[in-house]
């Protein structure tokens, strides 16, 4: 089955400790995304990646770094900066559609829970 | 600056109830349109978008949309509502040309059986 791969589903770390979320997609999409979700606050855009190797801060980037080195990977790292590191992490693809924009919808991950004790 | 506002935070129904949920958005430029589903314990899921052409979209599970341009806004529908309908339901945006999406805060929703 195609979809996106989100592992661990729940994490536990402790304060000061960076930690790697992990997101894998097998739809061949161009465009992965990193969101935050907290209650009340909907989805907050952390990362997203057009192609590989190459990504822009979303409007939540601080505390947060990404990689893509391969099309079907977009890890997350939660660095110690993070003042709130708390919450549910949610990635999604989508397809890159003509003249470069993603007006397709997007596909979501099932998510991982942090929490930092 | 660009946002997505849900008016309705909370809504709790009945079933065979008539259902409408809120969604306004502030973007300057041409937008495409979505709802996404979450039920307890799933993932996101899309219900409905728009891009162009018939400002009523229709989605799954009886759920329909209408975009008014002129108010800004991407109201969700359906006639009669489910039990099995009980989730959080959120407003997206996403502008043309960009790949940024931008999501409202969500409306939690509880069907009374």
């Known amino acids: 089955d195609g979809g996106i791969t989100q592992s661990p589903k729940y994490l536990f770390r402790k304060e000061g400790q960076n930690v790697t979320l992990s997101c894998e997609q097998n739809?061949?999409?161009?465009?992965m995304y990193w969101y935050r979700q907290d209650p009340g606050q909907g989805l907050r855009l952390i990362y997203y990646s057009q192609i590989v190797n190459d990504f822009q801060k979303g409007d939540i980037a601080e505390g947060y770094s990404v990689s893509r080195e391969k099309k079907e990977s977009f890890p997350l790292t939660v660095t110690s900066a993070q003042k709130n590191p708390t919450a549910f992490y949610l990635c999604?693809?989508?397809?890159?559609?003509?003249?470069?924009?993603?007006?397709?919808?997007?596909?979501f991950g099932p998510g991982t829970r942090l929490t930092v004790l | 600056a660009q946002s997505v506002s849900q008016h309705n935070h909370h809504v709790i129904l009945s079933e065979a109830a008539s259902l409408e949920l809120g969604c306004n958005y502030s973007?300057?430029?041409?937008?495409?349109l979505f709802w996404y589903v979450q039920y307890p314990g799933q993932h996101l899921q899309l219900l409905l978008k728009y891009f162009s052409g018939d400002p009523l979209v229709k989605g799954i599970k009886g759920f329909e949309a209408e975009f008014i341009k002129s108010k800004f806004s991407f109201n969700l529908r359906k006639p009669s509502v489910q039990w099995s309908d009980t989730a959080e339901y959120f407003c997206?945006?996403?502008?043309?040309?960009?790949?940024?999406?931008?999501f409202g805060t969500g409306t939690r929703l509880k069907v009374l059986a």
């Open positions: 973007y300057g430029g041409t937008v495409n």
């Open positions: 997206a945006v996403n502008g043309e040309g960009t790949y940024k999406y931008i």
């Open positions: 739809l061949n999409h161009d465009a």
């Open positions: 999604a693809s989508s397809i890159v559609g003509l003249a470069g924009s993603s007006y397709n919808e997007q596909f």
